[in-house]
């Protein structure tokens, strides 16, 4: 795929990884994961993609950190602030006990992850309040651009452990159940310095229900279009499909921006205050851009 110098000099000069996200929730709840029930917890991981040909990442390990104390589990961010107890890989501490996932490890091409498409990388029979997920990446992690593959190495000062904090409003309980989602943001998870590609995880959960999405298609497939939702507090990329396609999950409500960035001498467009909100998808016209 051809890459507009412009946009790549910004995006591969961003920090990636926003991702991995839990779909259809209730806030205005307490969440039944408490210490009352066991819950069959479902893991998915999907993609805020960005313009490369494919990025794999290397999962060992899933966990989840759990709070099965009765005198605060209906506190949402009780433990928000342990990362420092989290560090010290102790199995439990004062804010909860880390349980291993049932995980599919192995290698996955996150950038095959977007448009509405996720992947099982966990699951387990659990009992008290999710606090947190805690994913091990793998050295196996590698990236194909141009028809190049390069490896992808973290970033020098940050480890392989990947923390993603949860709240009610980020996973979905159904009577035995919670599935959780978490978008793994590549145009914010990866850094192009010195001629080599580096990755600094960012991942980002939210849910369906407590969240909005967007959806439409960009034409023609020439103009290899970039499309990015944004606003003063929150951006989210997404590449359409061969067909001009795209579907952008896990915003949060409010009004956005969007541009549709196009390449190979396509001029670019802009739509202004887009209205999103919570739960619901906004489909927008179809949008064909010009020389």
Known sequence: MKLNKKLFGTLTLMILFSALIFTACKKDVSSPTSSTGTQKLSLYLTDDPAVYDSVFIDVKYVEVKLDTSDAHKNDDHF????NDRDNDHHDK?????????????GIYNVSKLRNGIDTLIGSANINGTIRKIRITLGNNNSLTHGGVSYPLNLLPGVNNYLYVKINNNHH?????????????????SIVYANGLYYLKPVL?????NNFARISGKVLPAAATPLVTVYNSTDTANGVPREDGDFKIRGLK???????????NGYRDTT?????????????????????
């Open 172 to 188: 979905h309980d159904a009577p035995g159940q919670t599935a959780l989602w978490i978008d793994f943001d590549i145009s914010r």
């Open 204 to 208: 980002r959960p939210f849910c369906d």
């Open 271 to 291: 739509l202004l205050n887009v209205q999103l909100k919570n739960g619901e998808e906004k489909i927008i016209s179809t949008i064909t851009l010009i020389k």
């Open 253 to 263: 409500e409010g009004t956005y921006s969007i541009l549709f960035k196009g390449s």
């Open 79 to 82: 433990g928000d602030n342990d």
């Open 93 to 105: 501490d004062a804010f909860g006990k880390w349980d291993t996932l049932t995980t599919t490890a």
